[in-house]
């Protein structure tokens, strides 16, 4: 028979039999029930006066109540948002449909697009066949990555399509590597730039423009005006016996046309593209 017995300041309820559950009533309605198998359910759990540890709990999926689930945790501890985790990403991941995730590896911290990373050597593959991206994070820079169009699970092979560097300069094939705006009269000054960290008047109408971080190469390009004058005004490489591009500066002169030598001018701007 069931039984109710107190001892040690325990309280014991038994349900005696097999499969007998233990219930508990409010006004003749159950309100919440223990099993014969140990099990818990309740109408309503009031989780604001839940206290302590929650045990750890294993699970292949958490659902939502409708059709289909919701999220999933794999055995990796990997997540999956409305479908099951890639089986082969290296670092932990929450991935959101067959090709959106988000994860982080080392000190980055990623967004990719049907890119998965499957080693320690950085290496990804193809979620699907298609184009992948991937977008990171690390030491206060962004990279920019991209891939063409390949099929699933093989390897992808990244163009780095812009960086932006935590002092605010964007590296790209498109994006401007240095700009200087100067005064090239009396003591010459730089009225603004961009990585540009000086200026040195290397005499009348000749200046070397010093960048704050060096060109990759040597082979980067350079446009430039100067303010007119009688004979209409020209900004060119100075100097025909040595190299002007070098990769921490480059040499311009500023001049009139024809021949009428080199004339310091007020108004000058040059913009460098490159590696």
Not at 61 to 74: C, L
Request: hydrophobic content about 30%; some cysteine; proline content about 1%.
């Amino acid at each position: 028979m069931s039984t109710i017995k107190s001892s040690d300041e325990h309280l014991t309820l038994n349900a005696d039999g097999s499969s007998k559950d233990i219930k508990f009533q409010a006004n003749g309605v159950e309100k919440a029930s223990i099993s014969s198998a140990g099990a818990f359910t309740s109408t309503t759990i009031d989780a604001t006066k839940l206290t302590g540890t929650i045990p750890n709990f294993t699970s292949t999926g958490i659902d939502d109540n409708a059709d289909a689930t919701a999220i999933t945790i794999d055995s990796n501890e990997n997540v999956g948002f409305g479908v099951t985790p890639e089986t082969d990403w290296y670092p932990k991941v929450i991935q959101s449909g067959n090709r959106g995730a988000v994860y982080g590896y080392s000190n980055q911290t990623h967004l990719s697009n049907n890119a998965k990373m499957i080693d320690v050597s950085e290496n990804y593959k193809y979620m699907e066949s298609s184009y992948a991206t991937d977008y990171s994070q690390e030491g206060g820079t962004h990279q920019f990555k991209v891939a063409s169009s390949g099929s699933a699970d093989s390897a992808i092979t990244w163009t780095t399509a812009l960086n932006i560097t935590n002092d605010g300069r964007g590296l790209s094939q498109f994006t401007a590597k240095a700009w200087c705006n100067f005064n090239g009269t009396g003591t010459a000054a730089i009225n603004d730039s961009h990585n540009v960290s000086s200026l040195t008047d290397s005499g009348t109408g000749q200046f070397w423009v010093n960048f704050s971080n060096a060109m990759a190469n040597a082979n980067y390009a350079v446009s430039g005006m100067t303010q007119d004058g009688y004979y209409g005004a020209v900004m060119y490489f100075a100097d025909s016996s040595t190299a002007n591009l070098e990769t921490g500066r480059v040499k311009v002169a500023t001049a009139k046309n024809g021949n009428a030598g080199y004339v310091d001018r007020s108004e000058n701007t040059l913009i460098v593209f490159g590696d």
